[in-house]
C-alpha cells in the first residue's frame, strides 16, 4: 500500500513578501534559504526549510496568474498543504478508487524530476492538498 | 535566542467529519489516532499524526462557537497551522519588540500544562499561527 509519509510543506499565498518575511525571518528567526523568482507559476518563492518541512511563501508576480486570481479572491492565506508519499501513481490509484476527486489526474513531473499532483479541496475538507514523491 | 523547532500540526475547518475521515484516513491510510470531542472548545476533533507533526480535523459541535463562526464566514478549509518553540515566553517578547500583532499578549497554558498563544494573521501573510511550547 502507498503511504503517506511526512507533511513536506506548507504553502502560504502573500500579497507583502517584505512585510511577511518580517515575520517569519527576522521575527521568528527562521533561517530564509531562498528567495526565488520562478517564472513558469509568475510567483517570487520563500523557502523557509524547518525541521525537515519547509513553510512556503508565494507572492503574484504578475496579475494573470493562477496564484493572483486566488489572492485577489480568497486574500493572502494559506494556500495548500502537500504530503510526501512514496509511491504517487499507487496513491493516485487508490485515491480514484475511493472516489477523490483531483485536480491532476496523473502525476506531474517538475523540472527537478519530482512528481506531484494536487487534490480537490472538495473531497479533503476544503484544503487545497498537493502529493508529492521525492 | 528562541527558536522555532518544527511544524507541529496544520489544523483544517471541516463541515462533514465523515466525509473528511474519509479522504485522510480511509483514502490517504493516515492513521486516525483519536476522534476527540472537545466540549470546551465546543468542537469534535481528529488527530492524524504524522512523524513527528500531525493533521488535525476541527468539526465544530455547536453553532455559537469561535470556529463554528470561522467556517460559516470562511468556509471549510485551513484553520491554523502550529509551530513548536523551545522557548515561548522568549518568543513573544521578541515578537513583540518586532511589533508582531498578537492574539494572546502572554501564553495561555492547556490542560495537560503544554503552552500556547496565537500570533494574529494580518502580521504573518495571511494565516493564523499558533506557537506552541511542550
Not at 44 to 73: C, H, N, R, W
Not at 89 to 99: A, H, I, T, W
Not at 121 to 133: A, D, H, I, K
Request: with cysteine.
Amino acid at each position: 500500500m502507498p503511504k503517506i509519509k511526512a507533511i513536506n510543506h506548507v504553502a502560504v499565498v502573500v500579497d507583502d513578501m517584505d512585510k511577511s518575511l518580517h515575520f517569519w525571518r527576522d521575527a521568528l528567526g527562521m533561517d530564509l534559504h531562498e528567495l526565488r523568482d520562478v517564472p513558469a507559476e509568475k510567483s517570487q518563492i520563500a523557502f523557509l526549510p524547518l525541521a525537515g518541512a519547509e513553510v512556503e511563501l508565494v507572492m503574484p508576480t504578475s496579475d494573470d496568474s493562477g496564484i493572483a486570481k486566488y489572492l485577489a479572491k480568497r486574500g493572502p492565506g494559506m494556500h495548500h498543504i502537500c504530503l510526501e508519499v512514496d509511491d504517487i501513481e499507487g496513491m493516485m490509484s487508490v485515491l480514484k478508487e475511493k472516489n477523490i476527486r483531483l485536480i491532476n489526474e496523473e502525476p506531474r513531473t517538475a523540472v527537478d524530476g519530482k512528481k506531484y499532483a494536487f487534490v480537490h479541496p472538495e473531497s479533503t475538507g476544503g484544503v487545497l492538498v498537493e502529493l508529492y514523491q521525492l
